[in-house]
């Protein structure tokens, strides 16, 4: 991965919204750069805490039983999250 790598954020959240409890933002890679991007937020998040997960059909479990935290676990808030997605949201 080269220093100049660049990460694409969809979606910035200045304070909760959904399932998220505090600010945010979105981003999305498909299978193939997900090592560099774990490798990039590996090196770059900081105090920050990044939560890792899948996008399927199931947000719930993406969220918690397939999800991963780099840094410090922040709480969810999984009532405002569906327990089906139909379609899923795709990353470009």
């Known amino acids: 991965m080269t220093s100049n790598m660049i990460i694409p954020v969809y ?7 959904a399932e998220l409890t505090v600010g945010s933002f979105l981003t ?4 193939s750069s997900v090592a560099n991007a774990l490798e990039f937020f590996s090196k770059n998040r900081g105090s920050l805490s990044v939560l890792v997960h ?3 059909l199931h947000p719930i479990v993406d ?8 840094g410090p676990t922040i709480p ?8 089906f997605r139909n379609p899923p949201i795709l990353c470009v």
């Open 11 to 17: 979606e910035l959240y200045m304070g909760p919204i």
């Open 28 to 31: 999305c890679c498909n299978k």
């Open 54 to 56: 899948p996008v399927s």
């Open 63 to 70: 969220h918690t039983k397939r999800a991963m935290w780099m």
């Open 76 to 83: 969810l808030d999984l009532s405002k999250v569906p327990a």
